[in-house]
């Protein structure tokens, strides 16, 4: 069964303490993984698509990596805005199309 | 902002009413994705319009239906509601839906809560 696990479930930080995010996946016929960050009741904000597995994206603070089995969502220095849920998804094949598999995210806590 | 639009923001209602949420996606974006997010499940795919036809379907009960319209907005509807209906209903959209540079750009969310 097609499954994409997140851990931790929390993560607390303090300011400047640099860490990692973890997205684990077992699906068939990988399309593309993706990271997005949302803020609470609002909709997810798209970060990072990846690939193949060696692949590497940055965006300010924010590195994400993929292997064949797990992506790492690397937060250096992070900063108190930083703050949010993080969510992993996945693209596979699925019947007739496409289908995108969401991990249950990370919720991240930056105390300044 | 994503360019992304959801309506109502909020919605409150009774058990077995019907109720419509509507999502226009951004510019040029021909595919339409409808989620569900509640807070012990995360957000699951409820179905996928390309181009005004039914694309992919996932997790949606035959409770609840959706259509996209020429204008390519979307709507779903939800009907016999029911207590675990509520949630956050997102609605995304990408250009295509087989292009591998395909991202989905997500709505602010219409928030449903039954009573």
């Known amino acids: 069964e097609d499954q994409v696990t997140q851990s931790p479930e929390a993560l607390r930080l303090q300011e400047g303490e640099s860490s990692s995010l973890n997205c684990s996946y077992t699906?068939?016929?990988?399309?593309?993984l993706f990271w997005y960050r949302q803020d609470p009741g609002k909709g997810p904000e798209f970060l990072f698509t990846?690939?193949?597995a060696g692949e590497e994206k940055e965006k300010e603070r924010l590195k994400a990596t993929l292997t064949k089995k797990e992506s790492f969502l690397h937060i250096t220095a992070p900063k108190p805005e930083d703050s949010a849920t993080y969510l992993c998804?996945?693209?596979?094949?699925?019947?007739?199309?496409?289908?995108?598999?969401f991990g249950a995210g990370t919720r991240l806590f930056v105390k300044a | 902002d994503s360019g992304v639009t959801q309506t109502p923001k909020h919605l409150i209602t009774a058990t077995g009413q019907r109720v419509t949420l509507r999502c226009s996606p951004r510019?040029?974006?021909?595919?339409v994705y409808w989620y569900q997010q509640s807070l012990d499940q995360g957000l699951q795919f409820l179905i996928q319009?390309?181009?005004?036809?039914?694309?992919a379907k996932g997790n949606i009960l035959e409770r609840f239906s959706a259509q996209q319209f020429p204008d390519l907005h979307s709507e779903l509807n939800l009907s016999s509601l029911e207590l675990g209906d509520s949630a956050l209903y997102f609605c995304?959209?990408?250009?295509?839906?087989?292009?591998?540079?395909?991202?989905?750009?997500f709505g602010p969310g219409t928030r449903l809560t039954v009573l």
């Open positions: 995304a959209s990408s250009v295509r839906w087989d292009a591998p540079t395909d991202t989905q750009y």
């Open positions: 699906v068939s016929g990988l399309r593309g």
């Open positions: 990846l690939y193949s």
């Open positions: 998804a996945v693209q596979a094949r699925g019947t007739g199309g496409f289908k995108t598999i």
């Open positions: 510019s040029g974006d021909l595919s």
């Open positions: 319009y390309y181009n005004g036809e039914e694309r």
